[in-house]
């Protein structure tokens, strides 16, 4: 064999550890990113209702309860039992919060209009969940309509049917994105209040890649975008808000976002200019603290943003 050619020999043996283990640090690397977004922080919830009646009395009565979901897993959610007959609303927390950020919001709307309500929380999130992962939207939303079927069993103390055949859904960013994917399906949900929708499942996915991972890189994105799809397999589908949108024609439609939900209020704008019927769309962009970060609202800044979302499905929703 002629020296040259030994001699390349050597230098590809002598690489080739190296480049796999260069290879198998970035799989390693993206493994962990991946079940790192995939598996939302998990907290103390803000409230419970127990603590919750401390200081609005006895007569809250918020109970814990479990449903199936379509894929049989189970879910679970706090529920507030409204006047009989009446519609149910349906509160979806944002990525990485939990049901506990909505519980003032939904207790305030029953007040007021005797609907009843449920506060999911949403695959992945909140304390010990009973589905591990989040799909980023897609089995969120066919979580949503298991929850509405959950809705559609209770019986009132007459035993008759408690939830009317209306439904209103709230969401807020991973929240508005399952409840859009949810209204296409089902067409009892006849109100929707979206506040800070992501133009994307994908968009979703590089937002919380970048809060993870601390960057925003195009290269490091499509990898993980690539390694999620194998790991979710059919349980992650790219969907497009605004696609979703214009299949949209009779539901009323408040879509809510402010400064300080970042790039979100960009693409709530985006999203508004996809509704077929716009004389059903109301927009507010120019909140000064929108649901993104709820629980930070000040008594004032709280109470503003509680009325437009309880006035909107009052009057839309009855």
């Given at each position: 064999?002629?020296?040259?050619?030994?001699?390349?020999?050597?230098?590809?043996?002598?690489?080739?550890?190296?480049?796999?283990?260069?290879?198998?640090?970035?799989?390693?690397?993206?493994?962990?990113v991946?079940?790192?977004?995939?598996?939302?922080?998990?907290?103390?919830?803000?409230?419970?209702?127990?603590?919750?009646?401390?200081?609005?009395?006895?007569?809250?009565?918020?109970?814990?309860?479990?449903?199936?979901?379509?894929?049989?897993?189970?879910?679970?959610?706090?529920?507030?039992?409204?006047?009989?007959?009446?519609?149910?609303?349906v509160?979806?927390?944002?990525?990485?919060?939990?049901?506990?950020?909505l519980?003032?919001?939904?207790?305030?709307?029953?007040?007021?209009?005797?609907?009843?309500?449920?506060?999911?929380?949403?695959?992945?999130?909140?304390?010990?969940?009973?589905?591990?992962?989040?799909?980023?939207?897609?089995?969120?939303?066919?979580?949503?309509?298991?929850?509405?079927?959950?809705?559609?069993?209770?019986?009132?103390?007459?035993?008759?049917?408690?939830?009317?055949?209306?439904?209103?859904?709230?969401?807020?960013?991973?929240?508005?994105?399952?409840?859009?994917?949810?209204?296409?399906?089902?067409?009892?949900?006849?109100?929707?209040?979206?506040?800070?929708?992501?133009?994307?499942?994908?968009?979703?996915?590089?937002?919380?890649?970048?809060?993870?991972?601390?960057?925003?890189?195009?290269?490091?994105?499509?990898?993980?975008?690539?390694?999620?799809?194998l790991?979710?397999?059919?349980?992650?589908?790219?969907?497009?808000?605004?696609?979703?949108?214009?299949?949209?024609?009779?539901?009323?439609?408040?879509?809510?976002?402010?400064?300080?939900?970042?790039?979100?209020?960009?693409?709530?704008?985006?999203?508004?200019?996809?509704?077929?019927?716009r004389?059903?769309?109301e927009?507010?962009?120019?909140?000064p603290?929108?649901?993104?970060?709820?629980?930070?609202?000040?008594?004032?800044?709280?109470?503003?943003?509680?009325?437009?979302?309880?006035?909107?499905?009052?009057?839309?929703?009855?």
């Amino acid at each position: 064999m002629p020296p040259r050619r030994r001699f390349g020999k050597r230098l590809v043996r002598s690489f080739l550890p190296i480049v796999l283990i260069v290879v198998l640090a970035v799989i390693g690397s993206v493994g962990l990113v991946v079940y790192g977004i995939t598996s939302p922080p998990r907290r103390a919830y803000l409230v419970t209702p127990e603590a919750f009646k401390q200081f609005s009395g006895p007569a809250v009565k918020v109970s814990d309860e479990t449903w199936t979901n379509p894929d049989g897993s189970r879910a679970r959610g706090w529920l507030l039992k409204g006047a009989e007959g009446a519609p149910a609303v349906v509160l979806l927390h944002r990525y990485g919060a939990d049901r506990s950020w909505l519980i003032n919001l939904g207790v305030k709307i029953n007040e007021t209009t005797g609907f009843t309500i449920l506060w999911p929380d949403l695959r992945g999130h909140g304390l010990n969940p009973p589905v591990k992962w989040t799909s980023f939207g897609a089995r969120e939303s066919e979580d949503l309509l298991g929850a509405l079927d959950f809705l559609r069993q209770l019986k009132s103390d007459n035993k008759e049917k408690l939830v009317g055949d209306r439904f209103g859904i709230y969401g807020v960013e991973l929240g508005a994105f399952a409840a859009l994917g949810a209204a296409r399906t089902d067409n009892h949900i006849k109100v929707l209040v979206l506040d800070s929708v992501p133009r994307s499942s994908e968009e979703l996915v590089r937002t919380s890649i970048k809060s993870n991972v601390g960057i925003d890189n195009s290269f490091i994105n499509s990898l993980t975008l690539k390694a999620l799809r194998l790991y979710l397999f059919r349980a992650y589908e790219n969907v497009d808000a605004c696609n979703v949108a214009a299949n949209l024609r009779e539901q009323h439609v408040l879509l809510l976002s402010g400064a300080d939900a970042g790039y979100l209020k960009d693409s709530t704008a985006a999203v508004g200019q996809c509704f077929p019927n716009r004389s059903n769309v109301e927009v507010r962009l120019d909140l000064p603290l929108s649901g993104f970060n709820l629980p930070l609202a000040t008594g004032e800044q709280g109470e503003g943003y509680d009325r437009i979302v309880i006035e909107f499905f009052d009057r839309s929703l009855r």
